[in-house]
């Protein structure tokens, strides 16, 4: 429980909210300077879901992809063609 026998918080509840900005703060970082590709409104919409603990941080981990880039080499080209 977050309350002591003299009913004063106990620091496990300092600790956790500690935990959850420091967390929420390094995500945040992480989608202004790593996303730039997303639109501002995204990345806004994001920075409120992160700061919701533990559910936030869930769908930012499933949801907030980087889109995969292409391959532009022709993987068929090294393969041997023809036959005897």
Known sequence: ???SE???ISI???????LWMWISS???VNIWLR?????????TFWTIIV????L???FYAGFFRVPK?????????SYAVGGD
Do not use: D, K, V, Y
Not at 12 to 18: C, K, R, T, V, Y
């Open 6 to 8: 003299e009913g004063t």
């Open 35 to 43: 996303h730039t590709w997303a639109r501002l409104r995204l990345r």
């Open 69 to 77: 880039a292409t391959n532009i080499n022709n993987q068929s080209s």
């Open 12 to 18: 496990w509840l300092f600790i956790m909210a500690g």
């Open 26 to 28: 390094c995500l945040i």
């Open 51 to 54: 700061l919701i603990p533990i």
């Open 56 to 58: 936030g941080w869930i």
């Open 1 to 3: 429980m977050m309350l």
